[in-house]
Nanobody, 122 residues
Framework: QVQLVESGGGLVQPGGSLRLSCAASGNIFKLNTMGWYRQAPAKQRDWVANITRGGTTNYADSVKGRFTISRDAAKNTVYLQMNSLKPEDTAVYYC????????????????WGQGTQVTVSS
């Protein structure tokens, strides 16, 4: 199994910044694409950004130019630097990863974290 634990959420004023972290642990053989999703109250979960194992990044149009995703392979951790935050960025942010374990290295599964709340409000 692979466990994903997010941290770094909180309350911030519009225009402010936050940095989310997601640490993967467990019987990890390989982590491939890692990313972030978010879900606002009464809305569907939306994709925010992802980063491949090779470092290629992709962003939703709504966050392009404001958010930056990165990863530290040695720490099995992915980050989301969020700048110029807006009230509409308020949501629970979920970490997501494709990976395999030593128990079944040839099989890739998709994993989710438990989420961290980000609230942008004055």
């Amino acid at each position: 199994q692979v466990q994903l634990v997010e941290s770094g959420g909180g309350l911030v004023q519009p225009g402010g910044s936050l940095r989310l972290s997601c640490a993967a642990s467990g019987n990890i053989f390989k982590l491939n694409t890692m990313g972030w999703y978010r879900q606002a109250p009464a809305k569907q979960r939306d994709w925010v950004a992802n980063i491949t194992r090779g470092g290629t990044t992709n962003y939703a149009d709504s966050v392009k130019g404001r958010f930056t995703i990165s990863r530290d392979a040695a720490k099995n951790t992915v980050y989301l630097q969020m700048n110029s935050l807006k009230p509409e960025d308020t949501a629970v942010y979920y970490c997501n990863a494709d990976g395999s374990t030593w128990a079944r290295p040839g099989f890739q599964y998709n994993y989710w974290g438990q989420g961290t709340q980000v609230t942008v409000s004055s």
